[in-house]
């Protein structure tokens, strides 16, 4: 077994340099030997503190699992999750001591075009952003991707009650069929009672007669925010900031194809893995889970 020989030889060779002889990664070496302690049958025997360098393996390796998107707190709570119980203050400044963190935040430029003849919905929202249960309101919007052959298009759906993207849809154009699409996988995947209120902002494609026709055929209610507020629909607009520091922002995509392969990506890891501090630091996936199992233990 490879791990129990670099165990044994660890005060003649530096671990790192046997995992990598020996083709296993360091971090698995920490964790097969974390397990072991947890596992000795002996009563009273408590698990031996995490050294520095043990430690420090298994920051980088989730910090290179979720492609350098989180920082020293949800590391933390990623470490808690797996079982590692450390302080947040011994990973912030371990962290800090090997330049690990967060790719940072930019400013990105709005899409929306309001100046239009059709009519606009009233704020049925009002920010009220908690939501009690899922399919109970949705919300969607826009953005736009770069890549060496032209624009790509995304439009999401989002479930505010755990926060998941329950439809989406990419297109070379911006046109109205762009946010049908993604409100029709949505309708399609979750089929929500009628009455499930839809909001938005007041662009062209939201408040175009083909959009409008679907929310109706669906029995759903349309709310849009005020004119230049995005402030009324800033959960969505805080979902675009978070794909492209991640993913976007210094990395070059020959083909629309390339994106649309690292959204799809993106998205899988936000619904099933990605912590969110709104949710108490689980995945929207894992949110609805234990919400639906609570309702089965009470019911």
Known sequence: MKYAWIARNKSQWPIGLACEVLGVSTSGYFQHQRKKVLERPEKGVKPERLSNEALLAHIKAIHAE?????????????????????????VRKLMQLHGIKAKGKRKFVVTTDSNHRFEVADNLLGREFHVEQPNQVWTGDITYLP?????????????LFNRQIVGWSMKSKMESNLVVDALKMAWFRRNP?????????????YC??????????????????????CW?????????????????????YATRRDMMDEVIDWISFYNYKRLHSTLGFVSPMEFEKRWYAAQKKVA
């Open 232 to 252: 009324d629909n800033a959960p969505t607009e805080s979902l675009w900031g978070k794909l492209k520091v991640a993913r976007i922002h210094g990395v070059k």
């Open 208 to 229: 175009s007669e083909d959009f409008q026709r679907v929310l109706s055929a669906f029995n759903m209610r349309s709310s849009m925010s005020r004119k230049g507020d």
């Open 147 to 159: 890549t060496d052959e032209g624009w790509v298009f995304l439009a999401v759906v989002i479930d």
């Open 66 to 90: 979720v492609k350098q998107e989180y920082g020293w707190p949800r590391i933390t709570k990623e470490l808690h999750a797996r079982g590692f119980q450390v302080g947040k203050e011994r």
């Open 193 to 205: 009672s009628s009455g499930l209120i839809f909001h938005s902002d007041r662009g062209t494609q």
